[in-house]
């Protein structure tokens, strides 16, 4: 073992490397979850002796490497739009994520010089995983915690902390079985028996009480509950396709073919409540096609059941970079002619691909173009339904847990999330956005249907089970009877002081740095520089 570390701590820089790419294998859908638990450990031992500059440097070099990983797939969008804007937009990306891991390992180092530092090491690592998902630039994506996604039993306690809390207590692992293994700066030879011995009983904790607890939340008896029969469409229109004028009517026409199921046999959506169609399964503003309107108002009165569809819609707003505001909306079709079509249009957008972040705040970028879309947030939360009420997310909303949690406080009772993951190929994204899904359903105890136009489309339960899935590219019709299970979670109520109370560890912490920016590193002898 001692031989071991010393390699590690030898090359730090291949050490930071090949840690940071089995880090972004750990998420799903590949089926390395386990290893979250230790995969930081030689990362942590390699920078031990580092200068704090060198700990920036190879950190952010790993983080290249596990941002490549967790987002390459991003590079599909070239097919379908402007090459040099997206490619240059990945790689900016990619470096700009690179830059949290750069100063995860420059704060880790400064950490070692304080014991209090180092203990709230996890705490504050749940706090800049928050502070990620705060404001325009927010892309909370690959938080540390998604990786047990694959392991239903292990992320119940997401309903008491959220995912913040998840990550938390990986990094708490990993912290510990550092502890075990490294080397005292002051001898430079291995911890004793009894010390490492207790590190170790400290680390196995994590998972057995993870595993321990999600055991028994998930033999509770599960409340009797009212379901609702919902279908989830999934035409797989290319998304080399989905937005030529000239394909147009074939795509429609697929997405109907779809829904309706072979001519002369039963359709796959009959006996259905809700009929549930992706982000923008019509790739055109809605009310310039009055012929569609009619054709979902048609199937909704004949099915018997609502119908929600994505589309795009515009309203006159005359200024002077703009005539219209356009949004990225959801709409509802009564099977009543008699109520009214409801209309949702998306809160959270995409930086730079469907907006410039800070148009508001500086209106000059409003005549800036880089090939992004050019829409604005709608109004506000909407809640849909009659005795069971549900909320309307559009695509990468459902990443953010402070979302789900608002709408169950506006009255939904589950979430329907519609995406277009088409963009992404076949690739490991639209799996890990699939993914992060479960994890608001554990939070806020809120069941969710989620619909992409070409998969992954699943339902999930209040407490994250899979009640069935799509795969990639499948044109198929799954449908479930749901059941609304009314249960309470205490993320759901409290998340959000559980949110802010990570972001002031994360500001408590970096004063902290800022003092030990100054005091004399607790490791002996010369860092290493190799």
């Not at 009894?194 to 009480?209: D, I, K, Q, S, Y």
């Not at 469907?354 to 880089?370: A, C």
Request: charged content about 15%; hydrophobic content about 45%.
């Amino acid at each position: 073992m001692r031989a071991c570390i010393q390699a590690i701590q030898a090359h730090p820089r291949w050490t930071l490397f090949f840690s940071s790419l089995i880090w972004a294998l750990c998420y799903p859908p590949f089926p390395l979850g386990w290893l979250a638990f230790i995969v930081l450990v030689p990362a942590f031992l390699a920078t031990e002796h580092l200068r704090p500059r060198q700990a920036f440097g190879y950190w952010f070099l790993g983080g290249l490497a596990y941002n490549t990983v967790m987002y390459w797939w991003i590079y599909n969008v070239i097919k379908v739009g402007p090459a040099f804007t997206i490619g240059g937009g990945l790689i900016l990306l990619i470096l700009f994520l690179s830059l949290f891991n750069g100063l995860i390992g420059l704060g880790f180092r400064l950490a070692l010089r304080h014991p209090l530092l180092l203990a709230a090491f996890p705490l504050a690592w749940a706090g800049l995983e928050a502070a990620r998902a705060v404001g325009e630039m927010s892309f909370p994506w690959n938080d540390f915690g998604y990786a047990l996604g694959h392991t239903l039993t292990l992320i119940q306690t997401a309903s008491i902390f959220g995912v913040y809390g998840i990550s938390a207590l990986l990094i708490a692992a990993n912290l510990f079985l550092f502890q075990a293994f490294r080397t005292d700066g002051n001898h430079g030879q291995a911890s004793g028996t009894a010390r490492r011995t207790f590190w170790l009983a400290a680390w196995l904790a994590v998972p057995v009480a993870l595993g321990v607890y999600g055991t028994w939340v998930l033999r509770q008896k599960t409340p009797r509950a009212p379901s609702m029969t919902i279908s989830l469409v999934q035409p797989s229109i290319p998304q080399t396709k989905k937005w030529s004028e000239q394909y147009f009517g074939a795509v429609v026409a697929k997405t109907f073919r779809t829904m309706d199921g072979p001519r002369g046999d039963r359709s796959p959506v009959e006996g259905s409540d809700l009929i549930v169609f992706a982000e923008t399964s019509v790739p055109d503003f809605l009310r310039s096609r009055p012929e569609i309107v009619d054709s979902f108002f048609t199937r909704a009165m004949q099915l018997h059941a609502s119908i929600l569809m994505g589309a795009l819609d515009f309203v006159e707003d005359r200024k002077p970079w703009r005539d219209y505001i356009f949004y990225n909306s959801a709409f509802l079709f009564p099977p009543q002619e008699s109520k009214p079509v409801e209309q949702y249009s998306k809160l959270r957008l995409v930086p730079f691909s469907e907006k410039l972040p800070f148009q508001n705040v500086f209106p000059i970028l409003n005549y800036v173009h880089l090939g992004e879309g050019d829409f604005s947030p709608g109004p506000g939360y909407q809640v849909w339904g009659d005795s069971l009420r549900f909320a309307p997310s559009i695509c990468y909303e459902v990443i953010y847990p402070e979302f789900a949690r608002q709408a169950k406080k506006a009255g939904a009772q589950f979430l329907v999330n519609i995406t277009n993951d088409g963009w992404f190929g076949r690739s490991n994204g639209p799996y890990e956005h699939a993914n992060i899904a479960r994890f608001r359903a554990v939070e806020t105890g809120m069941p969710i249907a989620r619909c992409a136009n070409s998969g992954v489309s699943v339902f999930y339960d209040a407490w994250g089970r899979d009640l069935g899935h799509t795969e990639l590219m499948d044109s198929t019709v799954l449908q479930r009877r749901l059941p609304i299970a009314r249960r309470d979670t205490f993320y759901a109520r409290q998340g959000g002081t559980v949110d802010a109370l990570f972001l002031a560890a994360l500001g408590v912490w970096l004063l902290g740095l800022l003092l030990a920016w100054r005091l004399p590193s607790e490791a002996g002898g010369s860092p290493r520089t190799s």
